[in-house]
C-alpha cells in the first residue's frame, strides 16, 4: 500500500484560490486511479464546501482564510475545510426538497455533499467541515 498523499494549505477568501484547490485534489485523485465518479463527487462536494466557508463563513473578508487539510490513500480521500467564520448549526438549514424552499437560490449544497460523500461532517460550531469520499463509492445511490 502506498504511503498517503498529505498537504495542508491557507488560501484566502476568493473563489479562485478554491478552484486551485480543487483541481490540485483532483489531479492526485487521477494519479491514485480514482473512478470519474469519485473524482466528479469529490470536486463537487469540495467546491461547495470550500465556496460555502468563503462565502458564508469568511463572507469574503479579506483579512479571513480558509484553511483546507488534505489526505489521500488508495481506499479514501478525505479533506477537512476550516473557516473563521461565526459558525452556524447546518440542522437549521432549510431542506431545499420541501416546497416551498423549491425556488430558494441556495441551501442544495449541504443536501449535494451529503449526497455524494461516505462523509460529511461538522464540527466548531459549523466552522469545520471533514469531506470523505471512499473509492468506488457507490454514492449518491440513484432509486429505481
Known amino acids: ?13 476568493q473563489m479562485s484560490a478554491g478552484m486551485a484547490v480543487q483541481d490540485r485534489v483532483s489531479g492526485l485523485m487521477q494519479d491514485l486511479q480514482f473512478s470519474g465518479r469519485d473524482i466528479f463527487a469529490m ?6 464546501a470550500i465556496s460555502n466557508a468563503i462565502r458564508h463563513g469568511n463572507r469574503f473578508a479579506a483579512d479571513k482564510q480558509v484553511w483546507i487539510h488534505c489526505e489521500l490513500t488508495e481506499l479514501l480521500v478525505r479533506v477537512v475545510v476550516r473557516d473563521e467564520g461565526e459558525g452556524f448549526d447546518p440542522e437549521q438549514v432549510p431542506d431545499p426538497t420541501l416546497a416551498e424552499n423549491l425556488e430558494r437560490p441556495s441551501g442544495r449544497g449541504l443536501l449535494l455533499m451529503r449526497a455524494y460523500l461516505s462523509e460529511c461532517c461538522y464540527s466548531e460550531s459549523g466552522r469545520c467541515l471533514t469531506l470523505v469520499r471512499e473509492r ?3 454514492l449518491p445511490s440513484v432509486p429505481d
Open 136 to 138: 468506488n463509492s457507490p
Open 1 to 13: 500500500m502506498a504511503d498517503p498523499v498529505l498537504f495542508e494549505i491557507l488560501i484566502p477568501s
Open 43 to 48: 470536486r463537487l462536494s469540495l467546491e461547495e
